[in-house]
């Protein structure tokens, strides 16, 4: 899993398959073209510029990029109609989630996460029993390779304005989790930036205030659903206060 409360994020960009790139490349044209809905300049959209930032740190074609953000503003028509969708849930051991997306059929996208869900003794919450279990943090991963150790990476990221910081693996190489208040990651991008630093991925997300641990046959099955979800076409973000 990437980081220690959402799945997939660094999966999603560097999956090297072409079949891969081309479900990463989809989702992230949907989620291009839904932020485009509020203005099509990106110096005056913020949700545009995190969007076409994801794109371009997925190595997103500016075609796909220009293309995506026409269907948003109505000056490209293919005859779908976007919407975001935001689900709470419980999954395996108990665990919390939420899942987000976007869709052109609100009813088809329920009932699929409904089916994945159920498959693996999950089940789908109110709204507001489980997302006051999180908090909105700015989620930035950096390779450990930028430092000869670790201590000097996490003190340059503190210097960049870090509120938390986590290493997780992720494929064999290792990772800084940055943590940030939402409305300082652009702030912290030009931080690091500043001290040469790139990180591997960049968004707003949602981040467990607490994790719990599940038994190794819940976590398998929570990994197995992870990857059904993560799999379907509507699912753009998962979260989770799963422990890894």
């Given at each position: 899993?990437?980081?220690?409360?959402?799945?997939?994020?660094?999966?999603?960009?560097?999956?090297?398959?072409?079949?891969?790139?081309?479900?990463?490349?989809?989702?992230?044209?949907?989620?291009?073209?839904?932020?485009?809905?509020e203005g099509p300049n990106p110096d005056m959209n913020p949700k545009l510029k995190q969007a076409i930032d994801e794109a371009r740190e997925?190595?997103?074609?500016?075609?796909?990029?220009?293309?995506?953000?026409?269907?948003?503003?109505?000056?490209?028509?293919?005859?779908?109609?976007?919407?975001?969708?935001?689900?709470?849930?419980?999954?395996?051991?108990?665990?919390?989630?939420?899942?987000?997306?976007?869709?052109?059929?609100?009813?088809?996208?329920?009932?699929?996460?409904?089916?994945?869900?159920?498959?693996?003794?999950?089940?789908?919450?109110?709204?507001?029993?489980?997302?006051?279990?999180?908090?909105?943090?700015?989620?930035?991963?950096?390779?450990?390779?930028?430092?000869?150790?670790?201590?000097?990476?996490?003190?340059?990221?503190?210097?960049?304005?870090a509120l938390d910081l986590n290493w997780y693996e992720e494929e064999g190489e290792s990772y800084l989790e940055i943590l940030c208040e939402?409305?300082?990651?652009?702030?912290?991008?030009?931080?690091?930036?500043?001290?040469?630093?790139?990180?591997?991925?960049?968004?707003?997300?949602?981040?467990?205030?607490?994790?719990?641990?599940?038994?190794?046959?819940?976590?398998?099955?929570?990994?197995?659903?992870?990857?059904?979800?993560?799999?379907?076409?509507?699912?753009?973000?998962?979260?989770?206060?799963?422990?890894?």
């Open positions: 899993m990437s980081g220690h409360s959402h799945w997939a994020g660094i999966k999603h960009k560097k999956g090297a398959a072409d079949v891969q790139r081309g479900k990463v490349f989809s989702k992230l044209s949907r989620l291009i073209s839904v932020a485009a809905k997925a190595n997103m074609p500016k075609d796909n990029i220009e293309k995506a953000i026409k269907k948003g503003t109505g000056e490209l028509l293919d005859g779908q109609v976007l919407e975001e969708i935001s689900y709470e849930a419980f999954g395996p051991g108990g665990i919390a989630l939420i899942v987000e997306g976007i869709t052109d059929n609100k009813n088809r996208a329920l009932a699929e996460v409904k089916q994945i869900l159920n498959k693996y003794n999950g089940k789908m919450a109110n709204e507001g029993s489980v997302r006051w279990l999180f908090e909105k943090r700015g989620i930035l991963a950096l390779p450990s390779k930028y430092a000869s150790k670790k201590e000097e990476l996490e003190l340059k990221a503190i210097e960049a304005g939402p409305e300082k990651l652009e702030g912290m991008k030009k931080g690091l930036r500043e001290q040469n630093l790139e990180w591997e991925t960049a968004n707003l997300g949602w981040i467990a205030k607490e994790e719990i641990i599940v038994p190794e046959n819940e976590l398998n099955a929570c990994r197995k659903m992870f990857e059904e979800l993560d799999e379907n076409e509507a699912v753009q973000n998962i979260y989770s206060n799963l422990k890894n």
